[in-house]
């Protein structure tokens, strides 16, 4: 008789995000129950995202981002969708995924690439501390952004919108980042490129480029950027299924069959 090999191993699963044991929980070192009374949502996925709590001025940007995120309207994809799939009558978890699986390369893929871009410049400088030496490298890295993307005729991430000259969004961030007092490296870049983009394009940050700087700043990885959108943007996906499900007809059309055009030999 063969002997059967396959083992089970008792402790397949490591986790330090949280620790679940009997009329208790502990998030990344905490007591959740003290955590439900001091401290913010935003603070809350800063900590599960980041092992740490925020400081106060980190806590502050962090909430700024997400809230930056929460809606653009019925005109995204993701939005379309989630609201397609809830008028044919499926559950509120089905039309979330669906707009989960809309964002790719062309929709929330743009943070990424913007945090890639900063993180991998800033990380090639050596820096010193010395604002004035800093400030001239960063200008530097924005020279030679400007000149492999703007003169190369390449799309920069994070810059330029089909909606918006200026996307408010972005605009506010960058305020509010100013006046926070929270101008890292990242967001120095950001700004320098800005300011090269718009004299020669008339093209400015975005919000995934505003946000792909603070967020580099806050220490994210860019593997997480998009994360972080879809945290700031469920919200307002979830306000969109509900509120086609409350106003419109079940199983509406989104187009007529006179919208199509029907072609032949293909």
């Known amino acids: 008789m063969q002997e059967n090999n396959f083992k089970v191993n008792p402790h397949s699963l490591k986790t330090a995000i949280s620790r679940v044991e009997t009329d208790r929980i502990i998030t990344r070192g905490y007591n959740q129950r003290d955590l439900i009374e001091k401290i913010r949502y935003s603070d809350m996925v800063f900590l599960l995202l980041k092992g740490r709590l925020p400081s106060l001025i980190e806590g502050k940007i962090f909430n700024h981002v997400l809230v930056s995120f929460c809606d653009h309207g019925a005109t995204p994809p993701s939005t379309q969708t989630a609201r397609l799939v809830a008028s044919s009558g499926s559950p509120m978890n089905s039309a979330v995924a669906g707009a989960l699986l809309s964002f790719g390369h062309k929709h929330a893929g743009a943070i990424e690439k913007a945090m890639q871009l900063y993180q991998s410049k800033i990380?090639?400088?050596?820096?010193?501390?010395?604002?004035?030496?800093?400030?001239?490298?960063?200008?530097?890295?924005?020279?030679?952004?400007?000149?492999?993307?703007?003169?190369?005729?390449?799309?920069i991430p994070g810059f330029g919108h089909r909606y918006?000259?200026?996307?408010?969004?972005?605009?506010?961030?960058?305020?509010?980042?100013?006046?926070?007092?929270?101008?890292?490296?990242?967001?120095?870049?950001?700004?320098?490129?800005?300011?090269?983009?718009?004299?020669?394009?008339?093209?400015r940050l975005n919000v995934d480029g505003a946000n792909a700087a603070i967020?580099?700043?806050?220490?994210?990885?860019?593997?997480?950027?998009?994360?972080?959108?879809?945290?700031?943007?469920?919200?307002?996906?979830?306000?969109?299924?509900?509120?086609?499900?409350?106003?419109?007809?079940?199983?509406?059309?989104?187009?007529?069959?006179?919208?199509?055009?029907?072609?032949?030999?293909?």
Request: with cysteine.
């Open 123 to 155: 990380g090639s400088l050596y820096i010193t501390e010395d604002s004035d030496i800093d400030n001239k490298q960063i200008a530097g890295l924005a020279i030679d952004i400007y000149n492999e993307y703007i003169l190369g005729n390449k799309k």
């Open 164 to 203: 918006h000259n200026v996307d408010p969004r972005a605009d506010k961030l960058m305020e509010l980042a100013i006046k926070e007092g929270f101008v890292g490296p990242h967001v120095k870049l950001a700004l320098a490129v800005e300011d090269l983009a718009f004299e020669k394009k008339k093209i």
């Open 215 to 266: 967020l580099s700043d806050l220490g994210f990885s860019p593997d997480l950027g998009l994360g972080v959108f879809i945290i700031g943007r469920i919200p307002g996906i979830i306000a969109h299924i509900h509120e086609e499900n409350m106003d419109e007809e079940e199983f509406r059309r989104f187009c007529d069959l006179d919208d199509i055009i029907y072609q032949s030999g293909r």
